[in-house]
C-alpha cells in the first residue's frame, strides 16, 4: 500500500470537503427557471464552487471537495411533477454508458460545436473546473499534470495518461451534475488503443502501464461515499472487460490483464470488475479472473456472451448494439452510447405470487396442475400491475450526459426498453415442489393441514416444518423435479411481459436479479410452503434459498442453468459464496475457475463468485475497528462489510460457504 492508497483507505482526503447552504430549488421556483435550465445552472455553480485539490503522488487528479448537491426542485414542485408523471427513482438519469470515447477522442472543444446551448455551457463548466487544477498544477510544480491539462479536455487525448485523466473529467463531471449510477463501460475495449500506442513508441512499459491503471482505479475511490446508493458500496461504478465485437472476435489485450492486477492490488470495492466470456474462453483465463475472487473482492462478475447477445438480439437490439453490451450498476445489460433503458423500474415477486394462490385458491384445487394455473394468473396480475402503472416516465433532463450520448437522450434513446426482476424463484419453486409432493402426489399433508402450519409459522408443528424445510426437494440439487418448476415459474414471468409496450414505446424485460428486493418482498409475506419461517430473507438474485441443503456447488450449477435464458435476459447473477478456505492454494483456485468454465459451457448466463468466512464476519460485527477493508459481495455489488446496515451484513453471514 502506498501513501496514496493509504490515505484513500484513511479517507484523509475528506478534509478538503466542504458543504454549500445554497437554497437553489427555492431561488429557481421564484426565478421561473425550466427543469433544464435548472439543471444548467447549478452545474455551472457546482463546477465554480469546486477547489483544485492534487494529492501527493497521484497522476489521476479530480477529486470532489463540495460534499452535497443542493436540490433544485422544492418539495411542492416535486409533489406537482409525481402527480403528473412517472418518477424512477430520484429522478436523475442513471444506470447509463455514455460514449467517454467520442469525447476522447476528438476533444471537449469539437463537442462544443454540435452541442446544444446547454450542452455548450456545460463543457465551458467542465474546462474552467479543469484549467483550476492546471493553476494548481503550475503553484505546486507538477509539471507532468501541466502537460496533460494543457492538453485534455479541450482537445483529443495523444496518449494513455491523457485518455485515463480525460475519461476522470468526464465521469467526475456527471456525477457532479446530479446523475448516478454511471457506469464505465468496456473499458479495456476503448482505451486499449492509448496504450497500445505508447507501448510501441516506448513511452510506457508494463511496469509503468500497470502503475497508471492502479493509479486511476484508486480515483474512482475518492468520492465513491458522496455517490448515491442503498448502501455504501452500491454507487454503480461498473467496468466491462473481454467480451467479443460486433464481428465476433475477442477482447482480450494487455489493458485487460492490467485491469485485473490493478484490482488485485489495489483491494478495495472500485471499479467493479465485470468479465466477458463464453465458450471459447480459455481455462487459465478463469483462473487469472478467479484471483479478484480469491482476494475477497466480490468480483469479477461474468456474463455469457453465448447466451446474451443473442438474447438481447431477440428482443429487439441490432446485433453490432447487442455484441457491445455492457452492464448496469449492478448486472443488468444495457447498451453504450445509444441505449435509455431503465433496466430496474420494477420488481415481480414469486413467492408473493404463490401465497396468494396457496390462501385462495389451494384448498379448492383438485390437483397440483390446477394449482399451478392459479400461481401463473397471479404472476400475470403482477406483471400486469407493474406494466400498468409506468406511465409518463419523466427524467430531469442532463446537458452534460446528452453531450456524452450518441442519441437525443432528454426523451429517450434509439433503444427505451424497461427491465423488471424477478425475486425469489427458488422459495417459490421450492414451495410448489413441497405442495405438489406432499399435498397432491403422496397425500400425506391436506392442504388445509398445511395452510394452518404456514399461517401460523408453523408453531406447533414442528415435524412438518422439518420436513418442509430440510426433507422437501430444493432447488439447487440437480434434481428435475423442482427444477422443472423453477424453469416454468420465470418462463410464465417472461410470457406475462412479451408482448407490451412501454410508455417510451420500448418493451419490457424480465431477469433473474433481485436487489434490495430479496428483503423488501420477503417482508410482505409470512412463512412459505418451503420451511421458510416469517422475516427470513430470500435468497438474493437467481440463488438457492438460504437454509436450502444442496449437495455443493457443482449441483447448484445444474439445477441453475436449464433456465430458458434467452426469454429472461435483464440480467441477475446466480451467486455461489465459497469459504475462504477453498482458495487457500493454487489448486483451490483452478477449480473455482473450472466451475465458472463449466457454468458457462453448460448455458448460464451469468455469475458471481464470492469468498466468505462466517467466523470473520461475525467477528467483524463485534469489532468493526479492525475489519475497515473486509470487502463483501452484496447483490450486485462489493462494499467494505462494516458500513453496511445490519440487515445486510445479517444476510451475507446466512449465505452458505460452499467447499469443493
Known amino acids: 500500500m502506498n501513501d496514496l492508497h493509504r490515505l484513500i483507505v484513511n479517507k484523509e482526503h475528506h478534509q478538503y470537503r ?59 414542485e416535486w409533489r406537482e411533477i409525481k402527480a403528473h408523471h412517472y418518477i424512477h427513482e430520484l429522478g436523475y438519469m442513471s444506470n447509463l454508458s455514455p460514449n467517454y470515447y467520442g469525447a476522447i477522442s476528438v476533444g471537449l472543444l469539437k463537442k462544443r460545436e ?44 495523444e496518449s494513455f495518461r491523457e485518455a485515463l485523466q480525460f475519461f476522470r473529467i468526464l465521469h467526475f463531471a456527471l456525477w457532479l451534475e446530479g446523475n448516478y449510477h454511471v457506469t464505465v463501460g468496456r473499458f479495456d475495449k476503448y482505451m486499449y488503443p492509448y496504450l497500445k500506442a505508447d507501448i510501441e513508441k516506448g513511452i510506457l512499459d508494463e511496469a509503468s502501464a500497470l502503475a497508471l491503471v492502479e493509479d486511476f482505479f484508486l480515483s474512482f475511490n475518492k468520492d465513491s461515499d458522496l455517490y448515491v446508493g442503498v448502501q455504501q458500496g452500491d454507487n454503480g461504478q461498473s467496468l466491462m472487460l473481454g467480451g467479443v465485437d460486433e464481428d465476433g472476435d475477442e477482447i482480450y489485450n494487455l489493458l485487460t490483464r492490467l485491469s485485473l492486477e490493478a484490482a488485485y492490488h489495489n483491494k478495495m470495492i472500485d471499479p467493479k470488475i465485470n468479465l466477458r466470456v463464453s465458450k471459447k474462453t480459455p481455462l487459465e483465463r478463469f483462473a487469472e479472473a478467479t484471483e479478484l475472487t480469491r482476494a475477497g473482492l466480490g468480483f469479477p462478475q461474468y456474463s455469457n456472451d453465448d447466451v446474451v447477445i443473442p438474447a438481447l438480439e431477440r428482443l429487439g437490439y441490432e446485433h453490432k448494439d447487442a455484441a457491445n453490451y455492457t ?52 404472476i400475470e396480475k403482477q406483471a400486469a400491475s407493474i406494466c400498468d402503472g409506468i406511465k409518463d416516465l419523466w427524467f430531469i433532463p442532463s446537458p452534460f450526459m446528452n453531450v456524452l450520448m450518441d442519441c437525443e437522450i432528454y ?79 420465470l418462463d410464465c414471468f417472461a410470457n406475462a411481459l412479451s408482448g407490451k409496450r412501454n410508455c417510451r414505446g420500448g418493451v419490457f424485460r424480465a431477469g433473474t436479479g433481485s436487489a434490495m428486493y430479496y428483503l423488501w418482498h420477503a417482508d410482505e409475506i409470512g412463512a412459505s410452503a418451503d420451511g ?16 436450502a441443503r444442496v449437495k455443493g456447488p457443482v449441483s447448484v450449477i445444474g439445477s441453475m442453468t436449464k433456465q430458458h435464458f434467452l426469454n429472461a435476459i435483464n440480467g441477475g447473477p446466480l451467486t455461489l459464496e465459497f469459504h475462504s478456505s477453498v482458495f487457500s492454494d493454487t489448486d483451490g483456485v483452478e477449480k473455482v475457475g473450472a466451475l465458472v468454465k463449466r457454468f458457462v459451457e453448460l448455458g448460464g448466463h451469468q455469475l458471481q463468485v464470492n469468498t466468505v468466512n462466517r467466523e470473520q464476519l461475525i467477528d467483524a460485527q463485534r469489532y468493526p475497528e479492525r475489519y475497515r477493508q473486509l470487502v463483501v459481495r452484496i447483490w450486485g455489488w462489493s462494499a467494505y462489510f462494516v458500513e453496511l446496515d445490519r440487515e445486510y451484513q445479517d444476510h451475507v453471514i446466512a449465505r452458505q460457504a460452499y467447499t469443493l
Open 18 to 76: 466542504h458543504t454549500v447552504a445554497w437554497n437553489l430549488a427555492e431561488e429557481y421556483r421564484e426565478r421561473g427557471l425550466s427543469p433544464i435550465e435548472r439543471m444548467s445552472d447549478r452545474f455551472f455553480r457546482m463546477c465554480s464552487e469546486e477547489r483544485a485539490v492534487i494529492l501527493e503522488g497521484e497522476q489521476t487528479v479530480f477529486m470532489r471537495t463540495v460534499a452535497n448537491i443542493p436540490d433544485i426542485f422544492t418539495e411542492d
Open 114 to 157: 454540435d452541442a446544444d446551448e446547454y450542452g455548450k455551457k456545460a463543457i465551458d463548466a467542465v474546462i474552467s473546473l479543469s484549467d483550476k487544477y492546471l493553476e494548481e498544477a503550475k503553484r505546486i510544480g507538477r509539471e507532468d499534470i501541466v502537460r496533460v491539462l494543457t492538453r485534455v479536455p479541450r482537445y483529443p487525448a
Open 327 to 378: 452492464v448496469a450498476a449492478c448486472w443488468e445489460f444495457i447498451v453504450p452510447f445509444v441505449g435509455a433503458d431503465v433496466a430496474n423500474i420494477g420488481a415481480l415477486s414469486y413467492p408473493k405470487a404463490v401465497d396468494t394462490a396457496f390462501y385462495r385458491h389451494l384448498s379448492h384445487c383438485q390437483s397440483y396442475g390446477e394449482f399451478f394455473s392459479a400461481v401463473k394468473r397471479e
Open 411 to 489: 426523451g429517450g434513446g434509439k433503444y427505451n426498453n424497461f427491465g423488471i426482476h424477478g425475486t425469489g424463484i427458488a422459495t417459490a419453486a421450492d414451495s410448489l415442489a413441497a405442495i405438489k409432493k406432499y399435498v397432491f402426489e403422496e397425500k400425506c399433508v391436506s392442504a388445509e393441514a398445511l395452510i394452518c402450519a404456514v399461517k401460523g409459522d408453523f408453531e406447533g408443528a414442528p415435524e412438518l416444518f422439518h420436513k418442509l424445510r430440510y426433507d422437501a426437494p430444493k432447488l439447487g440439487n440437480n434434481d428435475d423435479y423442482v427444477d422443472s418448476i423453477a424453469i416454468r415459474l
Open 532 to 547: 421458510r419461517r416469517r422475516g427470513e430473507p430470500f435468497g438474493t438474485n437467481y440463488s438457492v434459498s438460504l437454509f
